[in-house]
Structure formats: C-alpha cells, structure tokens
C-alpha cells in the first residue's frame, strides 16, 4: 500500500509544477496590481502556491484552481498589511508594479485608484482571464456582486481614461 502511494507522488508533483509554470506569473501581475506593491504581491504569490502544493489534491480539483490561489494571495497580504499597521504607522504606499510604456502606467494608475475590491475583481476578470462563476469562486462572492463591481470598476476606468488622453 505504501509504495502505491509513491508512486502517486511524481504524478501529482509533475502536475502541480505544470500549474505552477503556467500560472505564478500572471497571478502574481494580477496581485501586482491588485496590492500596488510588487515585492509584497511576489511575497503572497509564493505562499499562495506553497500552500496549493500542500493541498494539491483538493485544488487540483477546483473549478479555478489560478483563482484560488489569487484569493489566498490576497487575504495573506490583507493579514500582512493588517499586522503592520498594527506594529507600526501608515507609510506612503508602494506603487512599484512592473514597468511599461506610458499608457499601461496611465491604466495601472486609473485601476490602483479603484477601491479594494472593485480592483479585485477587474484584476480577476481582466488579468487571470476569469469567468464571472469564477471569480465570485475565488472572492468568496454572489455573481451579483462580481458583475456589479466589474460594472462600476469598469466606468471608473473608462471615465479615467477618457480624462488622461
């Protein structure tokens, strides 16, 4: 029963590294922009994948298994920011996102000026590429609520946009 078990253990680690390869770096873009700060969204992407691997087997399974882990990258770095502020006071922000040209920084800064969850879910939609089902998977949310805040998320951007060119 044991060597049974091994041998099972390559497959399930090959597959994990597939996802791995396939999705850490488009889910750390989406945390990127979704925290405003890199270094702490590289931070919570990592945790997030180590903590798929050791529930490989559960989320593997999933629906969205990307999702999943940009929703666990997202609330360790809520917790890490919460137990911050509580140790020190509130500094400038972070806006180091990866480079572009002009226009990706005028996009990046029109979505780093929606609130919190609104850019969680243009993030979701946009950058991972997910459904609406998806998504409200992901950010423990009704459907409602996704197309809703990708709705109001949206005409903040557009709005914005259309005040930059």
Not at 7 to 31: C, G, K, S, T, W
Not at 121 to 143: K, P, Q, Y
Request: aromatic content about 6%; some cysteine; hydrophobic content about 45%.
């Amino acid at each position: 029963m044991k060597v049974a078990l091994e041998a099972e253990r390559p497959v399930q680690h090959d597959n994990f590294e597939a996802f791995y390869r396939a999705n850490v770096d488009r889910v750390h873009r989406a945390l990127a922009v979704t925290l405003r700060n890199d270094d702490l969204a590289r931070e919570a992407v990592d945790e997030a994948m180590a903590r798929a691997y050791a529930n490989w087997a559960k989320v593997s399974g999933m629906e969205s298994p990307a999702g999943w882990v940009f929703r666990v990258g997202l609330n360790w770095a809520t917790s890490w920011w919460r137990k911050v502020r509580r140790e020190r006071p509130p500094g400038p922000e972070d806006s180091s996102v990866p480079a572009g040209d002009e226009s990706s920084v005028v996009a990046r800064e029109a979505l780093a000026a929606l609130p919190l969850p609104q850019r969680a879910v243009v993030t979701c939609r946009i950058l991972l590429d997910l459904s609406t089902a998806e998504t409200a998977l992901a950010l423990g949310l009704n459907e409602g609520t996704v197309k809703s805040r990708l709705s109001r998320g949206l005409s903040a951007l557009r709005s914005a946009l259309s005040e930059k060119e």
